[in-house]
C-alpha cells in the first residue's frame, strides 16, 4: 500500500507530531511525505518526496503574526500550479495534517483523503472556542484543508470522533522529575523582550529556546538554548514549569508530565484563541499580552501545585490503526464535502 502523508510545516508541532507517527505508518506501506512551508526550526529526518513553501504563518516579535511578510510570500498561481501536478492519485491513501495544496489536489483529481490532526478536531461545534468567535477565522478551520473524512485530535475527547493527543515516546517513557527551572519556548516574541521580563523575576530560573541563539548561553538566570527536539523534551520533563504559545502539541505534552503551564496564544491566530478556550477550562493560565507585570504573573504561578498528568485513552499505534481503517473505508467515488456539518463525518 501507497500511502501520502501531507504535513504543514507552519511551527514545529506537526512536523514533531509527524516524525512520532511514521514507523507506525510505514506498518501498512511505503509512505511519502509532502512537506509544505517554511517556518519551522525543527531538522526532519522524515522521507520527504515533495517539498513546497506552501502557505505558512509568520510572527513578529511582540506576539502576534507579521501579515506583510505572509503576504509577500503567499502566490496563489504557485498554489494552484503545484496542486495540479501533486500526483496524489498515484497513492492508495491519502492523509492530511490542515495542508491545503493537497487538498486541492484531491479536488481536482477526485482522490479521497483523511484529514489527521489537531484541526480536524474544529469540525466539531463542540470543540472550544473563545467567547467571541471570529467568522474568518472559523471559514479558515473549516475551509483552508478540506478533506472526505475527519479523524480529530484535542486536549479531550468533545465529540465522537475527537481523540486524544499523540506524545512523543520520549514523553511517554520519561519519569518527570522537578529540577526547578521553567522551560520557555515562545516562537512570537523576540529575545530582547522575553529577556526584559524573566530578567525581572530573579529568583526563578528559565530555559529559553530560541531560534535567536545558535550555540547555548547563560544571561543571569536565563539559559538560552538553540532550538532542538531532544533538548527541549529534556528540559521539559525536568522542568517544574511550561511557558508556551497556545499551540497543541507542547501544552499537550507539558499536561501529561503533570507540568505546571502558562500558555500565551499568538494574536490574530485563532486556532491558537480555541486552544486556549480550551486550556482554560482544564484550568490552565492563560496570558493575551506579556503586560508590563508578566513577572508578577509568573511568580505566583511558581508556587503553585502540579495539576493532574492527562490520561490518554488510545495509544500511537491505537490511533493510526483507527486512521488506517477509516482511511481504507472511504469509496473512491467519494467528494470531499465541505457543506455537511454533520457528526457522521467523525464515525469511525
Known sequence: MKILYAVQATGNG??????????????????????SGENCHLPTTLPVKYKSKGVSLFYGNRGGLNYYKMWK??????????????????YDIVINDFECITSLACKFKNKPSIQ???????????????KKREFIGEWILK???????????????YDNGIYNPVIKADIIAAQPINKAHVTVYLSHYSKKV???QLHKAPGIRF??????????????????MPISNEGFTKSMIESAGVITGAGFETPAEALYLGKKLICLPIR??????????????????????????????????????????????????????KVIEQAKALSPSSQPDTQNESLNSFAV
Open 73 to 90: 510570500k503567499f502566490s496563489i498561481s504557485r498554489i494552484w500550479k503545484e496542486a495540479k501536478a501533486l500526483p496524489v492519485e498515484d
Open 14 to 35: 506537526h512536523i514533531s507530531r509527524a516524525v512520532e507517527l511514521l514507523p507506525y505508518l510505514e506498518q501498512y506501506g511505503q509512505v511519502d511525505v509532502f512537506l
Open 268 to 321: 490574530g491566530q485563532y486556532e491558537q484563541l480555541c486552544n486556549a478556550a480550551a486550556l482554560e477550562q482544564l484550568g490552565v493560565p492563560v496570558v493575551h499580552k506579556m503586560h508590563a507585570t508578566f513577572f508578577v504573573d509568573i511568580a505566583k504561578w511558581y508556587d503553585l501545585p502540579a495539576p493532574t498528568p492527562l490520561k490518554l485513552t488510545y495509544s500511537t499505534y491505537q490511533l493510526v490503526q
Open 207 to 224: 530555559e529559553v529556546f530560541t531560534k535567536d541563539v545558535k550555540t547555548e548561553t547563560i544571561e543571569k538566570n536565563i539559559r538560552f
Open 143 to 157: 475551509n483552508y484543508a478540506t478533506a472526505t473524512s475527519y479523524f480529530g485530535l484535542h486536549f479531550n475527547a
Open 116 to 130: 489527521f490532526g489537531h484541526q480536524a478536531s474544529f469540525r466539531s461545534p463542540l470543540s472550544p472556542r473563545p
Open 194 to 196: 522575553i529577556t526584559n
